[in-house]
Every structure is written in C-alpha cells, then in structure tokens.
C-alpha cells in the first residue's frame, strides 16, 4: 500500500496511543477533537490530492528506492524537476487547505538526513545511509507523515549545548547501550506532531566537539513511551469549541497546528539511529533541512496567498468597491508581491544540484533569498488584505448575534453592502480574512513566515556567506580599470 486514501490516514491515526494535552488535560480522542481537527483534514488533503489524477505529476513521484509510486511528501528528489514539483505541490496544497498542511517538514527532513549520512558514513565508514535507506522504505511503503523535528528550546542563546546551566535544553543522550540510546529534552514549535505517524528528529545548531552527547538524530513512533506534547494556543482557537461555530471560524474545514514535544529518557534502538556524536556534521544536517524548508515557503505561503488575494477581490466585490482603481491596484501590488514568492521558490530549485548521496539540493543562496522574502511579503499582503476588507472584518458582530431571531435582523439589514449579495456571505469573506491574517492561520501566514524554518537573521548569515562578495569587487575593480 504505497498510497493511502484520505480514510485510511485517519484510521491509522486512531490506532496510535499518542499522549497529547491540551488545556492542562490529556486528550483521549485527538482525531475528533473540535481544535485539532481541522489540522488533521489539512494533512488529510496532502492524501486526498495524491489520488486525483489531475494532480498526479505533482503529487506523487517514482520512489528511488523501491521503483514504486508513492506520494511525493515521501520522496526523495532525483533532479530539479523533482524540486521544482515539490513547489508546485505545496501551492496546491496551500491552496486548497488556506493553512499550514504539516506534511513538508518530514519532506525536508528526509531529504537533508539521507544526503548527510551518506557523507558522514564516507567519513567515519558508519552504516547510517542504508539504516536510514531501510527507514524511508518503510515509511514510502506505508505512507507515513513523519513530523521532521528540529528545534530545541534552546535556553541561553548566547551559550552552546554543553555550556547550558540546564543540559536537557537541547535534546541528548543520557546513556549508551549495547542496544541504543535513552534521549532527554524537548523540541519546540513541533508542526503537525499530533497528525503525524512518526517523529525523525535532528540538531538544530552547528556543534563543536563538547556537544556530542546532543549531536544525534534519530526516529521514534510518536506513541514510544517517554514520549509526549503539549499543544499550542492560537488566536481564536476557542471559537472551535462554541455549539455550531461555522461562520465566526472564517475557515471551519483546515488548519495547522504546532506542540512542545517532550522526550523523557526515551528509547532510541541502534537501527534507528542516524547520527550520534560526529558533532562536526550537526551543521550540515540542520542546514541542508533549512534550505529544503526555506525553499518549501514558496509553495506553501504561496498557496495560501492566493487564498487570500481571492478573499480580499471578493470582500471588494461585496463591499461595491471593486470598480475603484486604488482597489484594483492594490489587488496587483499583492499579486505582484505572491508570485515574487513563487518565483524565489521556482528559482532555488532549478539552480538545484547533486549531492554525494545522489539526491537533489536546491541552491541555498537562492532559497535562503526566498525565504528572507517570505519575511516581509506575507505582512504586506496581510496589511493590503485588510485594507480592502475594511474595519467591519474586526467589528462586526458574532455569528451567534447573525442568528439570534431578535437581534439577527438587525445584523443582516445593517452590514449589508451591495443588495445582490447576502449579509451571511460578507460576513464570510470577512472572517476568512480574519482568520488567515490575525485568527488561527495567522500562526502560519503571518508569524512562521517570520520565525518558520529560521528567524530571519539566519538568512541573512546563510545570504553573506553565499554571496560571493569578493568576485563581485573583482568585477567592479576589472570595469573601473583598477589594477591592484
Ligand atoms: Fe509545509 Fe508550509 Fe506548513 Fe512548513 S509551514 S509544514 S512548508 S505548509
Ligand atoms: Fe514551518
């Protein structure tokens, strides 16, 4: 079964054990819980879409591995067409859930952990490639969602691993044994760990040799024993626990969500193990999943940008301002500024090459470009969207008032804007907007733009040490005539 129906992903979830809380208590039933059910339905659509032929191309691929068809979220890129049609295929997706739909982070994680045990087994003659080879075989088969784990809380920014007062701030090893490893710590800001089957986790900084104890990765079933997560609020998540919510929701069917996921002396077998004490390779693994994951940004933010220029054309159409040229041209300002994205998401991945492993790695200059982009564009789209939505998206009365039969009338006669179009309809479009620009999308759109796969900061090191300044000098001294 290499490709599993919408269905058979959320029976598989059913049959996992995994230990969530949320509100201070254990949830017993995550699959049909109001708040994270709409995260599962986005990570539900990255099946759904896989069994439509139309998207065939884009939504699935030809596994190295095994020869077999299988999902794309599952697969290892062969060449740049494969980078280019992972882009393709978050846009899809973004599209089609206007949210974050989880799935990518285990994509990016695949691709970076394959390529860098191949070169650590180059270095230390370790078996780690055909372990982790046999791993991704087992989730292709299966079609797995693996939440790629990557940050630690962190502590003292300004101290290493080794050096922290609390040494469990970054994951690591407690023990060795002959059979494995028991690990300690946690990662943060854990996309879609409630929605996934498994969790591989990596470093999340560069390490020097006192950090080998947390210079480890390594995979684990998310229901493993030691292993549990708090889920993360977001802005209007209790409107999904009010009788009937529909409307106030702005987007009742998708949505993301994030964890803190706790790791207390868990378990970790030999054969799935990837890397362990060669502290010099942290670096690599955790850059490589940050190029894969800024280039996914633009897909993803893409995808749900469209979502949103659609939303605010509508709201406009509603609000009879459609016609006026400042309208107009705001619309193309945020088209201008979406395909800006996407354009940065294509670039990297056609600029993609080889690596040692054979698999394919986007251009990082260019991905960390794309991604520094997705820092600022998403706010700008978001400001233009509510300027055309105007004021009422964060005034306007509750669903509950729309439908009261006391004061429900007053409601639909006096948010009314162009008589062809009903009250229910304007509300609508306007909580779209809200939802996706300060409601529970916001997390994906407007924060994770920002923060997501790497604070901006951090492209901004990855910009300076890729830009190649130096040849640039030489260029301008060679046209100035300058001999030196
Ligand atoms: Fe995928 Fe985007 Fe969500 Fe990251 S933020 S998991 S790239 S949808
Ligand atoms: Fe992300």
Redesign the pocket.
């Known amino acids: 079964m290499a490709l599993k129906t919408r269905e058979e992903y959320i029976e598989s979830l059913r049959l996992l054990k995994q230990r969530v809380y949320l509100f201070g208590e254990l949830i017993e039933n995550p699959v049909d819980h109001p708040i994270i059910r709409p995260s599962l339905n986005s990570v539900a659509m990255t099946y759904e879409l896989a069994q439509n032929p139309e998207y065939e191309d884009i939504m699935t691929a030809t596994s190295n591995l095994t020869g077999k068809k299988i999902n794309r979220f599952c697969h290892i890129h062969q060449n740049t067409q494969d980078l280019i049609n992972k882009v393709k295929m978050q846009r899809l997706c973004g599209q089609n859930t206007a949210s974050c739909f989880q799935r990518c ?1 285990g994509m990016d994680a695949f691709n970076a952990v394959y390529s860098t045990t191949f070169e650590i087994d180059k270095a230390y003659g370790t078996d780690y490639h055909d372990r982790f080879k046999k791993y991704m075989i087992f989730v292709q088969e299966n079609d797995l969602v693996v939440d790629g784990a990557m940050t630690d809380p962190k502590g003292d920014r300004s101290l290493s691993p080794s050096k922290q007062s609390d040494p469990d701030l970054y994951l690591r090893v407690v023990e060795r044994r002959e059979d494995g490893v028991i690990v300690r710590g946690a990662k943060a800001h854990q ?1 879609g760990m409630v929605n996934s089957h498994e969790i591989l986790v990596m470093p999340t900084i560069s390490m020097g040799p006192d950090d080998k104890d947390w210079a480890i990765s390594f995979s684990v079933p998310v229901d493993t024993e030691g292993v549990f997560s708090i889920y993360g609020r977001q802005s209007c998540d209790t409107r999904k626990l009010e009788e009937n919510a529909d409307i106030d929701l702005g987007n009742s069917n998708f949505g993301g969500h994030e964890t803190l996921t706790i790791f207390e002396d868990v378990f970790v077998p030999n054969e799935r193990i990837f890397l362990n004490g060669e502290s010099e390779f942290a670096g690599m693994m955790v850059e490589r999943f940050a190029g894969y ?1 800024r280039q996914s940004y633009g897909g993803c933010k893409v995808g749900v940008g469209d979502v949103l220029i659609g939303a605010a054309a509508v709201a406009a159409d509603y609000n009879g301002a459609n016609k006026a040229s400042h309208i107009k041209d705001k619309l193309i300002e945020m088209i201008h500024l979406n395909e800006t994205l996407y354009s940065c998401g294509i670039a990297c991945s056609c600029e993609g090459s080889e690596t040692k492993s054979g698999n394919y790695q986007i251009d990082l200059l260019l991905a960390n470009v794309c991604k520094q982009n997705i820092t600022r564009y998403p706010y700008e789209i978001a400001r233009l969207a509510e300027d055309i939505a105007g004021g009422l998206m964060v005034t306007m009365p509750s669903e509950k008032d729309f439908k009261d039969p006391k004061i429900g009338p007053y409601v639909e006669k006096y948010l009314k804007g162009v008589a062809s179009v009903s009250t229910e309809n304007r509300m609508r479009i306007l909580r779209l907007i809200e939802n996706i620009t300060l409601g529970s999308a916001a997390v994906g759109y407007r924060t ?1 733009s920002m923060h ?2 790497g604070s901006p900061q951090a492209q901004r090191i990855m910009i300076s040490r890729q830009s190649n300044l130096g040849q640039k000098k030489e260029l301008a001294k060679n046209i100035a005539n300058i001999k030196e």
């Open positions: 982070v996309t994951h994770e997501g796969a």
